[in-house]
Every structure is written in structure tokens, then in C-alpha cells.
């Protein structure tokens, strides 16, 4: 058997002279006093994206189906909570939900409005990917792997719009899709996993076309091969992928999830005012040879 590979701790970025002040950043990146919802955000690159957030002005509640993080003072969640109320006069607020279960998230959005007062946000994150070869995936998994990535997308990205649409406030929903919905992954057996990050792509433009009349932006963000959990956990399986997959993008690298902070805050914050109904791939070129 393969030796286990530990997944690295998440890598919150802390730099030496903390937040940068809104005075200094380009206005259209500020989420000053924006509230922002992050699903699959108890930890990995949901909170790292959280944590993003909170730095450029926003408040964030997370929405995960783990156990509450929050509980334990030494988690990642929690430091990244103390941080947000001590460094950055915010907050951040976790809420177990099953994102499958539509009176759960319904309940959440409109727990998150009556405090809050608003809602100007939404990244959708979480997700989940087992392997198999297709002739062999059971009818059991099918219907998780597509409740999951499909339907609790769906659910959460409609909960958000229905309490934007109530307050009558333009907001931004960004769907974590993955380059798995462009390409078909060499050497991996993910047809599920691959026909739902599709889905999740063809989704956000039909709710961006929907919903643009009310001021409603709705985009992907496409990562490449990243090292979260979910691709360690592949790599106790099959090994040599560690050292293969590197070499089919052009940086000849794995993305870490600090990487994407950049690309979520640009999706969700008025820097991509004109932007919806797209796709923001980044694969490290993987998908443009």
C-alpha cells in the first residue's frame, strides 16, 4: 500500500503588516461592509477564500456540513475567526448545512439576512470527487456525486438570489466549477465528477441570463489541480500522479489554495462589474496546449 500523504495545513495568509487598508486599495476591489456567504467554507480553499474576503472589508458566514469548526480553538476556522473579529473588526459566522437539503439552506439565507441586513455575496464551494471507472460507478454514487455538486450548487446559489432579489440590491454569486467541466482528465476516471462541474458551468450562465434583470452576476471559477484534501486523498491511491500531473500544465506545478484568493475577490467585488455569465479558468495553462 502507498505510504499516507498528509495533507499540508491550510496557509492562511498573514502578512507582517496585516490587512491592507481600504484607503490604499482600488476602490472597486473593496468589500467594505459587504456581506458574503461561502458555502463548503469550514475549511480548504472555501476558507481560504473566506478569509480573502474578510481581509478586503466583508463580513462571511460559512456554510459547511462538518461538525462546527468554531468549537475548536485551535482549528483552522477558529483562528481564522478570532483573526476576523481582533485584526479586522469583522466577522465570521459558521452554520452547519446540508447544501442538498432546500429547508436547511433556505433556513440559513434567511437567518443571514435577518441579522445582516443584506446580502451582496455568495461563493459556492462545496463539492465533492471519488474515482471510478464508469461501468462501475453504482446508482447510489451517481446520486450523491449529482446532489452534491449539482443540486446543492443549484440550492445555494438560488437561496442567495432570493434574498438579493427581496432586498432589491445588485449582488455576485461565484460557483467553483473546476477545468474537470473544459477537459476530460488524462489518466483519472471522473466521468461523474467531470459531468457535473460541467453542469455547474452551463448553470451559472442560464442563472446569470435569469437573473441579470435583477442586477445578479453569476460566474465560474475553474481551478486547475490544486492540493487540497480532495487531491491528497487521490494520491494515496495512485501515487504517481504525484509526480505526473505536474508535468501536463505549462508552470509544471500544482496551485495552492492561497492562489485563488485573488480571483474569488475579483468575481465577487465590483471589479467584475461587467462580467457574467463567464468562466475564469485557472489551470496553470493546463488546458490551452
Known sequence: MAPSIQAPPVQLFNGAAGPVPQSHLLPEFSMKDKVVVVSGGGRGLGLVQAEALIEAGAVVHCIDILPDPSLDPTSEFAVVAARAKKELNSH??????????????????????????????????????????????????????????????????????RIMVRFGTP????????????????????????????????????????????????????????????????????????????????????????????????LLSDASSFMTGSDLRIDGGHAAW
Not at 441579522?115 to 455568495?122: A, I, P, V, W
Not at 435583477?214 to 491528497?232: A, D, E, F, K, W
Not at 500544482?254 to 475579483?266: D, H, I, N, Q
Open 171 to 266: 449582488g455576485s454569486i461565484c460557483l467553483i466549477a473546476s477545468m474537470s467541466g473544459t477537459i476530460a482528465n488524462r489518466g483519472m476516471f471522473a466521468s461523474l465528477y467531470n459531468t457535473s462541474k460541467a453542469g455547474v458551468m452551463q448553470m451559472a450562465r442560464s442563472l446569470a441570463a435569469e437573473w441579470g434583470v435583477h442586477g445578479i452576476r453569476v460566474n465560474t471559477l475553474s481551478p486547475g489541480y490544486c492540493t487540497t484534501q480532495m487531491l491528497l486523498n487521490l494520491f494515496e491511491q495512485y501515487p504517481e500522479r504525484k509526480a505526473q500531473w505536474p508535468t501536463e500544465n505549462m508552470l509544471q506545478r500544482f496551485s495552492e489554495p492561497k492562489e485563488y484568493r485573488g480571483a474569488a475577490l475579483f
Open 92 to 161: 465570521l459566522t459558521y452554520h452547519r448545512v446540508d447544501v442538498t437539503e432546500e429547508p436547511q439552506v433556505s433556513e440559513v439565507f434567511e437567518k443571514v439576512a435577518a441579522k445582516e441586513g443584506r446580502l451582496d455575496g455568495c461563493l459556492v464551494a462545496a463539492g465533492i470527487n471519488y474515482e471510478s471507472p464508469a461501468l462501475e460507478y453504482s446508482p447510489e454514487q451517481v446520486d450523491r456525486m449529482l446532489r452534491i455538486n449539482v443540486k446543492g450548487a443549484f440550492l445555494t446559489a438560488q437561496g442567495a438570489a
